[in-house]
């Protein structure tokens, strides 16, 4: 039996700032039962969310609450083994990784999407890289990911920051064009770079696009192929 310990509510304390409880939620998970495993994980999925939430306002403390959760989830792995548990932290690293990002603090977000190899860990790794001016590993990580339909628009991105606009639109060009970048998300946004870049080649974005992993937002889910 795996015993996951979290929130799934939100309450106001005295300055009306929304805060995760710690204590509020407790399921029980037997290790043979998907189904118990899948309300973990739905439940777990309310939780990331308002964790989203109170960083949109308050990002040091959603850090912490960030930080507690881990804790949790961190003990329960050294006990259990159970994979859900690491699954969990996988979201809760790239969660602090994306505060920490918008934050400027490049080098602390970085740490956080060294936590795991897997999917848009790399982006994350990426964008921190070229802010820290270290492009040769940052396009080595963009290199790494693939599969997904906004592969070319990061790779768009990275000749945008390292100035290099025509190789930037050529790869956009491309990108909007494939089977698998119509009907998502990216596809605007693709539609946008290769207007701005038509227009003016000194128009650049200043940041390696990261897809979310905020349950609200579907563009990491919208874009697996």
């Known amino acids: 039996m795996f015993l996951f310990w979290a929130s799934c509510t939100t309450r106001s304390d005295e300055t009306n700032h929304r805060d995760i409880d710690s204590i509020d939620y407790i399921a029980h998970h037997d ?8 309300i973990v994980h739905d439940a777990f999925l309310v939780v990331l969310e308002n964790l989203y939430k109170l960083s949109d306002t308050h990002s040091s403390r959603a850090l912490k609450q960030a930080d507690s ?8 792995y050294r006990r259990t083994k159970h994979s859900i548990n690491n699954n969990l932290m996988r979201d809760l690293h790239f969660f602090k990784g994306e505060v920490l ?4 603090e490049y080098s602390d977000a970085l740490r956080e999407f ?36 906004y592969d070319d628009f990061v790779l768009g991105n990275y000749y945008e920051i390292v100035g ?11 990108a ?28 650049k974005r200043l940041s390696l696009y990261i897809p ?3 349950p609200s937002r579907p563009e990491f889910y919208d874009c697996n192929n």
């Not at 936590?115 to 963009?142: H, P, W």
């Open 114 to 149: 060294s936590f795991d190899t897997i999917v848009d860990y790399n982006l994350g790794r990426a964008a921190c890289l070229l802010k820290l001016k270290r492009e040769s590993e940052a396009f080595q990580n963009i290199q790494e990911h693939t599969g997904f339909c």
């Open 69 to 76: 959760i881990l804790f949790n989830c961190d003990t329960n």
């Open 164 to 174: 290099k606009p025509d190789s930037a639109l050529t790869v956009y060009k491309r």
């Open 31 to 38: 290790h043979n039962s998907l189904d118990s495993a899948t």
């Open 212 to 214: 979310t992993r905020r």
């Open 101 to 104: 990002f918008k934050k400027g």
């Open 176 to 203: 909007i064009n494939k089977d698998m970048t119509k009907r998502t998300l990216i596809y605007d946004s693709i539609a946008t770079r290769i207007n701005e870049l038509g227009a003016n080649k000194k128009s």
